[in-house]
């Protein structure tokens, strides 16, 4: 069934098709509108879940932690100063293995309040131990939410799904709802690895000596390791069911490119158009949107990269403040020693939700093709200087 | 010659606590917790955040308790039941009775906003504060249920607490939950009989139970049962129940109460109050007993 | 703990060995402390009086009851006193350790 509706809506029914059985979520623009719907959809019965009307995004993570620990498929959603409020427990949640899904609307930090598209937020968590998928549009949204739902309770390993403020949140789109019972044949019931129940009492989460921890970080991150490859099996069993495949990086005429553009999030979709527009101009570019951020998809990256020869022009709608762009920082990293003769450099743009436009993307591409390596510094953007 | 007789058991018998846990000479968070096992029974999950309980139980890969815990952050004891309540309803079970467990610390301060949360939602949750008056687990710091004029590392003798300890039942009371009631480990048929009526009862309930410490009291670890009926006597602990807030019915009816001075005299952390320092003391005791058996209906 | 009582330590020797989290994996059986007194309880059975209030208020469930009077678990009682001092006929004395 196709339906017109707001990227929060596409999570909201991710959460409904998953069958989400506890939600506790607490309001903050722009994401009021996925616990509403959510909440009417408890209400109609359309969902059989307990909805805990918490009374802050640090209980309800704390509330999601505790059914998912009771074997509880469990969701919720924030932005912005909610996901940092939640952050003690998004450490809880990794670190004591429990499969929470999240929906995060990516919003600038404060001061001063923005409500606006910044990936601060998100970027800021992901030595968490949360797995982390960036998306561009409501289909993707929706897909993602069930499949991180699979991918997650087989790896036992929370995930969350990002959307730019405004430009995805609360844009409409068509989107293609699967049915229920199709969903239902590629998500079964949870089936928790450890649970807490009566009929065999344990303590979960007790003291952990220097003798123990060491060995239980190493399984949680082998385990995580697990996850690239199994998003792209589960993207390939979504397809066909669905007819849909999403990828751990979407790579747009990457081939034969001379300048690579590395994006996230709708930015993603801004670069396509440029690279349509340069190719018109008689640039050979292409765009790499990187979908799965955590675990980083290190293998999928080098491979698209490919050839040396290559300029790399990565954007971040982020900053790692006396450092550089994230994307930037972990792309050149993992292209260490795998792309030589390839220029990596990092552009940061779109702070506080200021537009990337096509214009921009030209201004990127005119001066990656130029910029002498190996540049380090950050080059801004749209910014006043 | 004495007749042979049966023991006679004034709690019920059944242990769901093990030998070995690392609790202090003396501990009452311990016979708190034994108590209120024995009320609650086996299809019990306790949510335990940072408190003395999160060690006392013993480290991974050890517990020394037969029922589930679930060790969580240190603000969280409520909100992580409400959770764990909700979690359990969903696949199934809905007889394991579900509660909050911690201190002072992470009731009265950290822990206050999620177990207001939880008490106005009216969670389906026994809420209990084992009250040591202090953060004892991190060695003896001030919390507001430090009671005025004691010594704690973070209110040293030069700077007693000089300010009265926080009422939160009288917080909890405004809540209007369905049932909430003070308990001592000194009267523990007591508080079983209160465990018993709140395992009886849906929604929120909360019990405020007296455990002294000897540890950070420096009292003698063998008077712990002692202080645990004298804060009773004296009127310094009254015990009663509540419902919806109203309906305060006194559980112990005190006739002439003993002196603060006797309770005081029992613990290091007062040593250093003057006889003024503890005349402020009797009244404010004075002043709340009145105040709470008004509210009982006199 | 899963009321299996372990009475020995638990050795993980590798990463396989452990949960994924940390989740009990039997009880503090093996942490005998008795170890802790100076002084210990000894009860005089004579005056006994049966009254339970002993074994009510032992924190470290150490006393148990067996043929129908208090037994003090000396591998696990800490020395703590409350049952001495709670005893309404003064029939437990706390005698010193033997070193």
Not at chain 1, 153 to 182: C, N, R, W
Not at chain 1, 326 to 339: D, N, R, T, W
Not at chain 3, 38 to 65: A, H, L, M, T
Request: proline share 5%.
């Amino acid at each position: 069934m196709k339906k017109v509706m707001m990227g929060n809506h596409a999570l909201s029914w991710g959460a409904q098709l998953g069958r989400a059985q506890v939600i506790a979520a607490y309001p903050i623009t722009p994401q009021t509108q996925v616990v509403e719907l959510l909440s009417e959809m408890c209400a109609d019965k359309s969902l059989d879940a307990k909805f805990i009307k918490v009374e802050s995004e640090h209980s309800a993570m704390a509330a999601c932690i505790g059914a998912s620990l009771a074997g509880a498929r469990t969701f919720t959603a924030t932005s912005a100063h909610g996901l940092a409020l939640m952050h003690e427990l998004l450490h809880w949640a990794a670190i004591g293995r429990l499969p929470v899904v999240m929906g995060n609307i990516n919003r600038a930090m404060a001061p001063g309040w923005s409500i606006w598209s910044d990936q601060n937020d998100s970027l800021s968590q992901r030595d968490t131990g949360w797995m982390q998928y960036y998306c561009a549009s409501n289909q993707e949204v929706l897909d993602t939410t069930i499949q991180a739902f699979k991918v997650s309770e087989a790896l036992a390993v929370p995930g969350m799904i990002m959307l730019d403020a405004f430009t995805l949140s609360h844009t409409y789109e068509v989107v293609d709802i699967p049915e229920q019972d199709k969903v239902d044949s590629f998500l079964p019931p949870f089936q928790a690895k450890l649970r807490l129940s009566s009929d065999d009492p344990r303590a979960f989460g007790g003291l952990t000596s220097p003798e123990h921890y060491f060995e239980l970080r190493y399984k949680q991150q082998k385990d995580m390791e697990k996850a690239p490859a199994l998003v792209a099996e589960t993207g390939k069993e979504y397809e066909k069911l669905f007819g849909r495949r999403l990828e751990l990086i979407e790579a747009y005429r990457n081939e034969d490119a001379e300048l690579l553009f590395v994006t996230s999030g709708t930015t993603g979709y801004t670069a396509r158009v440029a690279v349509d527009a340069l190719r018109k101009e008689g640039v050979k570019a292409g765009n790499l949107r990187i979908r799965l951020f955590r675990p980083f998809p290190f293998a999928e990256l080098r491979k698209l990269v490919g050839r040396s020869g290559r300029r790399v022009a990565v954007v971040d709608r982020n900053l790692s403040f006396g450092h550089h762009g994230i994307f930037f920082q972990e792309v050149k990293s993992a292209l260490y020693g795998h792309a030589d003769g390839t220029a990596v450099f990092g552009y940061v743009s779109g702070l506080g939700g200021r537009d990337i436009s096509l214009e921009h993307f030209k201004e990127i591409a005119a001066d990656a093709l130029k910029r002498r390596p190996p540049a380090e510094e950050i080059v801004w953007i749209g910014v006043r200087k | 010659m004495k007749k042979e007789k049966t023991m006679k058991l004034t709690l019920p018998v059944e242990e769901y606590m093990n030998p070995g846990h690392l609790a202090c000479q003396g501990c009452g968070a311990t016979l708190a917790m034994r108590f209120v096992l024995k009320g609650l029974g086996p299809k019990t999950a306790l949510c335990i955040p940072a408190c003395c309980w999160a060690v006392i139980d013993g480290p991974f890969p050890y517990s020394s308790l037969e029922v589930s815990i679930f060790h969580c952050a240190f603000e969280t004891a409520a909100s992580s039941a409400s959770g764990l309540k909700a979690g359990l309803e969903m696949v199934g079970d809905k007889d394991t009775t579900v509660v909050g467990w911690a201190g002072d610390g992470g009731t009265f301060d950290i822990g206050l906003q999620a177990l207001s949360g939880a008490a106005e939602r009216n969670e389906d949750i026994i809420y209990v504060c084992y009250d040591n008056e202090a953060y004892m687990n991190t060695g003896i710091q001030r919390s507001s249920a430090t009671p005025y004029g004691a010594w704690t590392t973070t209110t040293p003798v030069k700077h007693f607490k000089n300010r009265p300890k926080k009422d939160i039942n009288a917080i909890m009371a405004a809540h209007r939950i369905p049932y909430q009631a003070t308990a001592s480990i000194g009267y523990p048929e007591d508080l079983v009989k209160k465990v018993k009526k709140a395992k009886e009862t849906k929604g929120t309930r909360f019990l405020h139970v007296y455990a002294p410490c000897p540890a950070g009291w420096k009292s003698r670890p063998e008077d712990t049962v002692k202080l645990g009926r004298l804060a009773v006597q004296t009127g310094l602990f009254p015990l009663f129940e509540m419902e919806y807030g109203e309906k305060c019915k006194l559980s112990i009816k005190v006739k002439e109460r003993k002196p603060v001075a006797d309770y005081v005299k029992l613990q290091g952390r007062f040593r250093h109050l003057k006889p003024e320092e503890i005349q402020i003391m009797q009244e404010e005791v004075d002043k709340r007993w009145e105040r709470i058996v008004a509210q009982c209906g006199g | 703990m899963s009321k299996k009582k372990t009475t020995e330590k638990i050795v993980l020797a590798t990463e396989r060995d452990f949960p994924i989290m940390p989740m009990s994996l039997g009880t503090m059986h093996h942490n005998r402390t008795g170890a802790w007194r100076n002084i210990r309880p000894v009860i005089d059975k004579e005056n006994c009086i049966q009254c339970g209030i002993c074994w009510k208020f032992c924190p470290d469930v150490s006393i148990y009851v067996e043929n129908e009077y208090p037994v003090i678990d000396y591998v696990y009682c800490k020395g703590c006193g409350i049952c001495a001092e709670e005893c309404p006929s003064k029939c437990i004395a706390m005698v010193e350790e033997k070193k």
